[in-house]
């Protein structure tokens, strides 16, 4: 039992551990500027962000992340259930939704910031908001589209109220794919995270990247980058827990009908 | 009527007996420029607690017919009348083990909830419907895989998990489409004794889609026998066997037997393409 878990975690962290190595050796005896030794970008860390910068631009950041990605998830499961039930609402809005898809969401960012300004936290939730809402939605349309039609007949057939159809039938049944657009809007997000705050802001987790790269602070520069990487990965990790939880279902009736 | 059977009677006359009826019904699926006359006319009604067998060769309409009749699907023309009212959607007192029953399970739900969802859905109290669900798992044999999801049983199982389900649901008419072809000839026999079982204590007004030619005889009171597609009613007939029936007994009897022969060659002419306009022309 410990020596499987034991091997679990070989697996998972042996090939960072690796890398992490290789880059520490590597960079060792390096006189680079731009490569500065891994030691010493390790040792600046707790200088550069212990300090305040934690609570002043690393935590705003994340809570400008999260507001934004949950109003996409809100609003992309909200716009996505109607136009998945109905065809004629789908016919209605796919093109419009294609169009504003194919957008890339950062060059949103200027124009979004002269409606709600450069400095604010509104410019850059709505940014992240944005760029996160279309891996939601129309994963969210793709999942209520598919959910199995025997299923919706049999719904129909015991009375199931129109709330319990919502929550029993529609949501369930597009959950894994809602889940699969929730994951990619997340990514999504942290880059949108990270780009919001390159045009004008000048507190945030990525503003602050940018400004030791302006001011040649290369090791200080390299430990924001880590601490995005760090940061990335937690947020999946955390994601893939819930998903993991509120999908056993789903990972069941997958591996039963691929036994079968 | 398109009967041929002169022996078959249309109940007509007294309408409050009558649970269903199916009047002129037709159903043709339309595609993009595509259509297919699934049914051609049929037209038959079901008098209250009755026990109606249908069969007919595979891709006749058995599934269209009920999916019309549970409100799932419109007719084309016809109209389809239950206790007295025109179904336009699912009726309320309906209930429906699909053929695909599988499918037809919520996989996110437990066995359990399965079962327990139309009663929550139709405010039962609490300890009632705990109850009822326990005796409707109990009886078709899986009181204790309750808490089991249905992707966790196999195919048998979940089949028995879509009938409690319409058990516990308690309904006035019930329909089944094949439900039993996915368990083993055993289970079978004991499912087939308690949906007469059900269907006694109940009183409940059966529809049974089969395949299976000897269970479409042993169960019900009467078997309408579809013709292929289009499809129309190749004949209506009435299993004269004593209500009691049990497997090895009625199964033995020179009537069974009969009647078996009597559906089976009725099938296979189905199957030949045999229509009963056919009879119509050089036979008379
Ligand atoms: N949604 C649909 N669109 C077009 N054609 C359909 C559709 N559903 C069924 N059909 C056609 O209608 C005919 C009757 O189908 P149905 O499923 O009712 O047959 P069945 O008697 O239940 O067959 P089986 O015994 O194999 O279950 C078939 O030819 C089928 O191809
Ligand atoms: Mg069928």
Known sequence: MTARILRRVGYTAGLPAVLVALWWVASAGSDSFFWPPLRTIVATFPDTWLTGRLGEDVLPSVLRLLAGYLLALVLGVALGVPIGLHRRVRAFAEPTLEFFRAIPPPVLVPVIALFAGYTGSASKVVTIAIGCLWPVLLNTVEGVRAVDEVLVDTARCYHLRRRSQLVHLTLRGSSPQIAAGARQALSIGVILMVISELFGADRGLGASIVQFQRSFAIPQMWTGIILLGVLGFLLSLIFRLVEHRALAWYRGLRDANRGA | ?284
């Open chain 2, 1 to 284: 009527m398109a009967t041929t059977e002169p022996t078959t009677t249309a109940p007509e006359a007294a309408a409050t007996d009558v649970a269903l009826d199916v009047r002129g019904l037709q159903k043709t699926y339309g595609g993009q420029g595509r259509s297919v006359e699934a049914i051609r006319e049929l037209s038959f009604s079901v008098p209250r607690g009755q026990l109606t067998c249908i069969v007919g060769p595979s891709g006749a309409g058995k599934t269209t017919l009920l999916r019309c009749i549970a409100g799932l699907l419109d007719v084309t023309a016809g109209e389809i009348v239950l206790d007295g009212e025109r179904v336009t959607g699912p009726p309320r007192g309906m209930a429906v083990v699909f053929q695909e029953y599988g499918r037809s399970l919520f996989p996110w739900m437990t066995v359990q909830q399965n079962v327990e969802r139309p009663l929550i859905e139709r405010r039962v109290p609490k300890a009632e419907r705990r109850r009822v669900v326990a005796d409707a798992l109990a009886a078709v044999g899986l009181g204790d895989s309750g808490e089991a999801h249905p992707w966790q049983l196999s195919g048998g199982m979940q089949q028995r998990v879509a009938i409690a389900r319409a058990v516990a649901y308690e309904p006035t008419v019930l329909i089944m489409d094949e439900p039993f072809a996915a368990v083993d000839a055993q289970t079978r026999a004991d499912l087939e004794d308690l949906v007469r079982d059900l269907w006694h204590r109940l009183g409940v007004t059966v529809l049974f889609v089969t395949h299976d030619i000897d269970e479409s005889v042993y169960l019900g009171q009467r078997v309408l026998v579809l013709s292929n597609r289009p499809t129309v009613l190749l004949e209506d007939v009435t299993v004269d066997l004593p209500d009691e029936r049990d497997q090895l007994g009625t199964r033995g009897t020179h009537r069974f037997a009969e009647l078996r022969g009597h559906v089976y060659e009725l099938i296979q002419r189905a199957k030949a393409g045999h229509r009963p306009e056919d009879d119509a022309g050089p036979a008379s």
